[in-house]
């Protein structure tokens, strides 16, 4: 156990963000496999692949050790940064640093070349890294960014929801099955690890990460800020194919196949315009389909910035789960 000291008064310094570049970094992670393995199967069997397009990155994020250098890992400056905006800021980290850091990975074993690159010529070394994780976003994380954003915001959302109707501590309370908040401290559950750690008058900054999945990742020493990436409520849901036919099923006889096709969709957050383009609905029938799953407490709906997201309750989860063939 980990208890990491963040009493009331921190509260009134939290804040919210969502990284392109922690999705990155945490999907790196998710290709080792892990508790979250069978959600992700058929994204790791499409990604697998390509890794060996993007050498540098292999060997930089899926050494031996299972390590992710901190520069690469910042904490995001607003609260939703761009992939480019992110890449920025990691070209300007200090190339001593960025040794120090990747030659860390490789400790006790025999490095790559791409490795030994970043000793010999680190400017270079670090351009081919961040050029092959823009190659790399674009093949793994693309395709689910929307979802992936989407689940963030309602997240972000939700939560600001909860603290303004029960107070600010709803903020922290209930935030992972790893987590819990005693009112003066988190306490992370990491196995064989233990210790006590401090905000020392830093911003604590919480980034809901699709793929943190079950994990919990602690950033506690960044001089940028401390940090906690979490998943959002419903992660599983962000790999679940939403191409299922429901015509045929009984979801599709108690609903009507149009609507029983929103409240599948709805496994991800989407706002009316997204239901209309995926289902070819009008804006006007998807308003209507979508107002009448929420009155009939199978979705739910929360808004992130202009946007109003819904996705299902876990009642509508449930009605869902038990149509599946």
């Given at each position: 156990?980990?208890?990491?000291?963040?009493?009331?008064?921190?509260?009134?310094?939290?804040?919210?963000?969502?990284?392109?570049?922690?999705?990155?970094?945490?999907s790196a992670?998710?290709?080792?496999?892990?508790?979250?393995?069978?959600?992700?199967?058929?994204?790791?069997s499409?990604?697998?692949?390509?890794?060996?397009?993007?050498?540098?990155?292999r060997?930089?994020?899926?050494?031996?050790?299972?390590?992710?250098?901190?520069?690469?890992?910042?904490?995001?400056?607003?609260?939703r940064?761009?992939?480019?905006?992110?890449?920025?800021?990691?070209?300007?980290?200090?190339?001593?640093?960025?040794v120090?850091?990747?030659?860390?990975?490789?400790?006790?074993?025999d490095?790559p070349?791409?490795?030994?690159?970043?000793v010999?010529?680190?400017?270079?070394?670090?351009?081919?890294?961040?050029a092959?994780?823009?190659?790399?976003?674009?093949v793994?994380?693309?395709?689910?960014?929307?979802?992936?954003?989407?689940?963030?915001?309602?997240?972000?959302?939700?939560?600001?929801?909860?603290?303004?109707?029960?107070?600010?501590?709803?903020l922290?309370?209930?935030?992972?099955?790893?987590l819990?908040?005693?009112?003066?401290a988190?306490?992370?559950?990491?196995?064989?690890k233990?210790?006590?750690?401090s905000?020392?008058?830093?911003?604590?900054?919480?980034l809901?990460?699709?793929?943190a999945?079950?994990e919990?990742?602690?950033?506690p020493?960044?001089?940028?800020?401390r940090a906690?990436?979490?998943?959002p409520?419903?992660?599983?849901?962000?790999?679940?194919?939403?191409?299922?036919?429901?015509?045929?099923?009984?979801?599709?006889?108690?609903?009507?196949?149009?609507?029983?096709?929103?409240l599948?969709?709805l496994?991800?957050?989407?706002?009316?315009?997204?239901?209309?383009?995926?289902l070819?609905?009008?804006?006007?029938t998807a308003?209507?389909?979508?107002?009448?799953?929420?009155?009939?407490?199978?979705?739910?709906?929360?808004?992130?910035?202009?946007?109003?997201?819904?996705?299902?309750?876990?009642?509508?989860?449930?009605?869902?789960?038990?149509d599946r063939?």
């Amino acid at each position: 156990m980990i208890e990491w000291e963040f009493g009331v008064a921190d509260l009134a310094r939290l804040r919210f963000a969502h990284s392109p570049l922690a999705e990155v970094v945490a999907s790196a992670f998710a290709l080792r496999g892990g508790a979250d393995r069978w959600l992700q199967t058929s994204w790791r069997s499409r990604v697998t692949p390509s890794l060996p397009n993007w050498p540098t990155f292999r060997a930089v994020l899926l050494g031996p050790r299972g390590y992710a250098p901190d520069f690469l890992t910042p904490v995001p400056r607003t609260g939703r940064p761009t992939l480019a905006q992110e890449l920025a800021d990691v070209a300007a980290t200090p190339l001593d640093q960025v040794v120090e850091q990747v030659v860390a990975g490789w400790a006790g074993h025999d490095a790559p070349p791409e490795i030994d690159r970043f000793v010999r010529d680190p400017r270079a070394a670090l351009a081919e890294l961040l050029a092959e994780i823009r190659g790399y976003f674009t093949v793994a994380i693309e395709p689910l960014w929307p979802r992936l954003r989407a689940a963030a915001d309602v997240e972000i959302a939700t939560r600001a929801r909860a603290a303004s109707e029960y107070g600010a501590r709803m903020l922290v309370d209930g935030l992972h099955a790893k987590l819990d908040w005693t009112g003066s401290a988190l306490l992370l559950r990491y196995p064989h690890k233990q210790g006590r750690w401090s905000l020392d008058g830093h911003d604590l900054t919480l980034l809901p990460i699709g793929f943190a999945g079950s994990e919990v990742y602690a950033m506690p020493d960044s001089p940028a800020g401390r940090a906690l990436w979490y998943a959002p409520r419903g992660f599983g849901n962000l790999w679940t194919s939403d191409q299922r036919s429901t015509a045929d099923r009984p979801l599709s006889a108690l609903l009507g196949p149009t609507r029983a096709a929103v409240l599948t969709l709805l496994a991800a957050p989407h706002s009316t315009s997204d239901v209309a383009a995926r289902l070819g609905l009008a804006a006007g029938t998807a308003s209507h389909h979508l107002t009448t799953l929420r009155n009939a407490g199978l979705a739910s709906a929360a808004r992130a910035g202009r946007r109003l997201l819904y996705q299902r309750t876990l009642l509508g989860d449930q009605l869902t789960e038990a149509d599946r063939p």
